[in-house]
């Protein structure tokens, strides 16, 4: 199944293997099929609330996250597009901030579909189209559309006017697609700039200065850069803002990990940076409290999978799965964080993943690595896993599931191990469903 979507509901599950027969089963970039499809079903795209465009290597769903909360609080309806989904696919449409109920999905599926013959429209490109067709027909105060892959030629592009664009953090991802180096990749995230939509990105290096002001002036829009137009840091336990219009003291994020500041004033730079829809100070405050994203440094609950495990165990989920995000990650357990231990490292990473650049940031940080697989997806070995285990005097243990390695790390007897799961979303989505902690 494309994106290893399945559903408990047999009217979702219906709709999802008709996408499966039609789907040329694999990512596919490019402009023509969405166009195609939207015209078919009346182009919704055209008919949405104000759109808050989001792309970036990490921590654009996040940057989603943030922007949600903050719009919210203001007592904003928001309809969210995000992806992939952890659990259930209904998670990557949010209807005025619910979660689209399993009727609504496999009646939109169902007209997209029914429509959809000779175009080979991919898994992708179905979902956004659906997404479209609900947000269209619901009324909101405004939209927070992500970015899939890249930006440019991403099914979300069909977007014509934005009220505002906003790139996250970049890095290398997706070679195989975007480009092998990071101008080819930071070109391909700033082509969602669209003409009198202001571009709102994060602090970049001096080289990808040319490949942002040239999307700015082809688009003949302003370019707002963290440290030019806008800065933030965090200063003693808060989150400093400032642009043109002042400054803003808020609290830190809950979303741990020292990066969310990045991810939190990103959104504030969006909303301050854009006039069509005004957000009150109070409510760019309790943004930060309110924002949640799962899979992303999330603490786990003692459910299910985790029983076994002492009542002390403190255990953490992440889906993050480049070198950025290792970094970021890894950055999260400082020597008092871990309390004089170091993690066992419960991981599985898709194959057409750098592995090492991901891994590299933990060195010294591990005392054991439990290789996993990413059930339904080409993954790395296990004798991968154990190669770096290997380099940095450690060892490694290859599980069938994640059930194996949570009784392995049980069967050690620590009063309180930390552990992180980390490498891979589709992981990540199989470890709250086996614990029982369901997106919402």
Known sequence: MADHAVSDDPGVQAQLDRLATLSPGADILGLDRITRLLDRIGNPHRALPPIFHVAGTNGKGSTCAFLRAALEADGKTVHVFTSPHLVRFNERIRISGKLITDEALAQYLSRVLDVAEGI??????????????????????????????????????????????????????????????????????????????PLVTQRYSDSL?????????????????????????????????????????????????????????????????????????AALKAAPLWAHWPARLQRLDRGPLLEPLPERTEAWLDGGHNAGAGEAIAAFFTPDRLEGQKLQLVIGMLSNKDLDAYLVPFAGRIAHIHALPVPGHDHHPPERFAAIADLWGISCTAHDNAEGAIAAIAAQAQPAPKLLIAGSLYLAGEILRLNGQYPD
């Open 209 to 281: 200065f040319p490949v942002m002001l040239d999307a700015a002036a082809r688009n003949r829009t302003q370019w707002f850069a963290m440290g030019e137009s806008w800065d933030a840091a965090a200063y003693r336990d808060r989150l400093h803002y400032r642009d043109d219009l002042g400054h803003l003291d808020t609290p830190l994020p809950r979303l741990p990990g020292a990066h969310q500041v990045q991810n939190a004033a990103l959104a504030f730079a969006m909303l301050r940076h854009q006039n069509v829809i005004p957000v009150g100070e």
């Open 120 to 197: 080979g429209a991919s898994f992708f490109e179905v979902t956004t189209a659906a997404a479209f067709l609900a947000f269209a027909e619901h009324p909101a105060d405004a939209c927070i559309i992500e970015v899939g892959l890249g930006g440019r030629l991403d099914a979300t592009n069909v977007i014509e006017k934005p009220v505002i664009c906003g790139i996250a953090q970049l890095g290398l991802d997706h070679q195989s697609f975007l480009g092998t180096t990071l101008k080819e990749i930071a070109a391909e995230k700033a082509g969602i700039a669209k003409p009198g939509a």
